[in-house]
């Protein structure tokens, strides 16, 4: 039987307290060799806590730690196949772009004939090759951060930590390296384990996110499972956003269920809770907006709603519509596909249409 290969990092209850405040709760996870993975969540939840103990810098004060199927605790810091990426970039003023990007394998005494050949070669890959000359005070804040992926992985490790890499570039010149960076890391073949508060730059890069609240893993998943069907309140509305209604059964069958609401009775895909109360999510572009009184052919569209237009907010591509209904907020969004004028305008009543399969009964 062909033996399959170690996980690129492997935890099993991690634990990390400072006095009285656990950073991380017995975090268990499995990151598999070559996977783009994000811990995803907002400052304070443990994800650059997790980072460092990966990294070397810090200690755990329980659970275990194995990075390619050895025990982290028996790797000093400088001897773990993991680098690491900066938001702060953390060059060396001194130094031009190429002895930057060589600092580490001098370190290792690397022979200079291969330090020139991998050299050339990463900077080729991130190419800064045209900057090779130039100090860090001369290169701008995306350039910064080319060479220092470009230092980061010409060491070959076999897991790749970022830590926020992209968060203080403009929003532009983050989108153009958000996409050159999941290119990089399918060109590699490196683990990247990145960490993000930014909830689009997850789901664009990753193949797996672990999104983190108060030191634990709140849901784990692939970026259109944990999209599509977040399982708590938290997830639903930290990944995207959400509206969120409270209900009970009425009534079930074996595909739908309908749920008594503020709204009315919403029928919803999938089978009935068997708790007494819920919470439905439903994600904004879910939502259709009908003109008032419209109907199909031989009967009304599923879950119909009344509302009231409250605020309009437009944001290019799309319109964002905050609504009242009864005693409910919903939120729906919009694509801007025509030209002329047709948005809806705050006073206005609209019907809605909350499609039975986009209505996510979540776990608590």
């Given at each position: 039987m062909r033996n399959l290969p170690h996980?690129?990092?492997?935890t099993v209850d991690l634990t990390r307290r400072f006095g009285d405040v656990t950073a991380l709760d017995r975090v268990s996870l499995s990151i598999q060799p070559g996977e783009f993975f994000s811990l995803l969540g907002p400052s304070?939840?443990?994800?650059?806590t997790l980072l460092r103990l990966i990294a070397g810098l810090d200690a755990a004060d329980g659970g275990t730690l194995r990075i390619d199927g050895v025990e982290a605790a028996l790797m000093p810091a400088h001897q773990r196949p993991v680098n690491t990426v900066f938001q702060s970039y953390a060059l060396?003023?001194?130094?031009?772009?190429?002895?930057?990007?060589?600092?580490g394998l001098r370190m290792k005494k690397v022979a200079p004939a291969e330090i020139d050949r991998r050299v050339n070669d990463v900077m080729a890959v991130v190419e800064i090759g045209p900057l090779a000359d130039r100090r860090p005070s001369q290169l701008s804040g995306g350039q910064k951060q080319r060479v220092a992926l470009a230092r980061a992985i010409v060491n070959e490790p076999k897991v790749l930590l970022l830590d926020e890499p992209l968060a203080a570039l403009d929003l532009k010149l983050r989108k153009q390296l958000q996409l050159e960076l999941r290119n990089l890391q399918r060109r590699l073949g490196i683990t990247f384990v990145y960490v993000t508060h930014d909830q689009?730059?997850?789901?664009?890069?990753?193949?797996?996110?672990?999104?983190?609240?108060?030191?634990?893993?709140?849901?784990l998943g692939d970026a259109r499972a944990l999209?599509?069907?977040?399982?708590?309140?938290?997830v639903s509305q930290f990944l995207g956003s959400c509206s969120l209604i409270e209900g009970r059964t009425r009534s079930s069958s074996d595909q739908t269920f309908v749920a008594q609401t503020s709204l009315g009775d919403l029928t919803?895909?999938?089978?009935?809770p068997q708790r007494a109360t819920f919470t439905l999510a439903i994600r904004p572009e879910k939502i259709r907006v009908?003109?008032?009184?419209?109907?199909?052919?031989?009967?009304?569209?599923?879950?119909?709603?009344?509302?009231?237009?409250?605020?309009?907010?437009?944001?290019?591509?799309?319109?964002h519509y905050?609504?009242?209904?009864?005693?409910?907020?919903?939120?729906?969004?919009?694509?801007?596909?025509?030209?002329?004028?047709?948005?809806?305008?705050?006073g206005q009543d609209v019907d809605l249409e909350l499609p039975p399969n986009a209505l996510i009964l979540l776990d608590d």
């Amino acid at each position: 039987m062909r033996n399959l290969p170690h996980p690129a990092i492997e935890t099993v209850d991690l634990t990390r307290r400072f006095g009285d405040v656990t950073a991380l709760d017995r975090v268990s996870l499995s990151i598999q060799p070559g996977e783009f993975f994000s811990l995803l969540g907002p400052s304070g939840c443990g994800k650059t806590t997790l980072l460092r103990l990966i990294a070397g810098l810090d200690a755990a004060d329980g659970g275990t730690l194995r990075i390619d199927g050895v025990e982290a605790a028996l790797m000093p810091a400088h001897q773990r196949p993991v680098n690491t990426v900066f938001q702060s970039y953390a060059l060396f003023p001194h130094l031009d772009v190429r002895n930057n990007v060589a600092f580490g394998l001098r370190m290792k005494k690397v022979a200079p004939a291969e330090i020139d050949r991998r050299v050339n070669d990463v900077m080729a890959v991130v190419e800064i090759g045209p900057l090779a000359d130039r100090r860090p005070s001369q290169l701008s804040g995306g350039q910064k951060q080319r060479v220092a992926l470009a230092r980061a992985i010409v060491n070959e490790p076999k897991v790749l930590l970022l830590d926020e890499p992209l968060a203080a570039l403009d929003l532009k010149l983050r989108k153009q390296l958000q996409l050159e960076l999941r290119n990089l890391q399918r060109r590699l073949g490196i683990t990247f384990v990145y960490v993000t508060h930014d909830q689009e730059e997850a789901l664009v890069l990753s193949d797996r996110i672990a999104v983190m609240r108060d030191g634990r893993i709140e849901q784990l998943g692939d970026a259109r499972a944990l999209y599509e069907r977040p399982r708590t309140r938290f997830v639903s509305q930290f990944l995207g956003s959400c509206s969120l209604i409270e209900g009970r059964t009425r009534s079930s069958s074996d595909q739908t269920f309908v749920a008594q609401t503020s709204l009315g009775d919403l029928t919803v895909a999938g089978t009935a809770p068997q708790r007494a109360t819920f919470t439905l999510a439903i994600r904004p572009e879910k939502i259709r907006v009908l003109p008032l009184g419209h109907s199909q052919i031989g009967s009304l569209p599923a879950n119909r709603v009344r509302a009231r237009v409250d605020q309009r907010i437009y944001v290019g591509s799309e319109t964002h519509y905050e609504l009242g209904a009864g005693a409910e907020r919903l939120r729906v969004e919009t694509m801007n596909r025509d030209t002329q004028d047709s948005d809806l305008v705050p006073g206005q009543d609209v019907d809605l249409e909350l499609p039975p399969n986009a209505l996510i009964l979540l776990d608590d």
